[in-house]
């Protein structure tokens, strides 16, 4: 009988990064495609990243047009920063998933 595969490990806050800081760091957000919605990410964009160009905003409808996929890129200084803006991307009430 052979051992469960060991979860992947990825470094903890304050170990070095496999992403070089500052970067262009793009993030995919997902959610019901209502008003609103497309303000609300760019507003929390704007909050981690206070030169984030909203003209460089992604949008793809879902194929019935039910949700819409956001993507923003962000200029990344630090993990922390990403930990943080995903952490608030995923508990915003709009946003189904955050990739």
């Known amino acids: 009988m052979s051992s469960p595969t060991p979860a992947p490990s990825f470094p903890a806050s304050g170990q070095e990064s496999l992403i070089k800081y500052p970067s262009r760091f793009p993030i995919k957000v997902m959610g019901a495609k209502v008003d609103g919605f497309v303000d609300a ?51 915003h009430p709009m946003v189904k998933i955050v990739l």
């Not at 962000?74 to 930990?83: G, K």
């Open 41 to 91: 990410i760019t507003a929390i964009a704007r909050h981690f990243d206070p030169a984030f160009d909203a003209s460089t905003v992604e949008l793809r409808n879902s194929k019935a047009g039910n949700y819409l996929g956001i993507t923003i890129t962000i200029n990344a200084t630090s993990r922390d920063q990403l930990d943080e803006l995903y952490r608030t991307l995923s508990t």
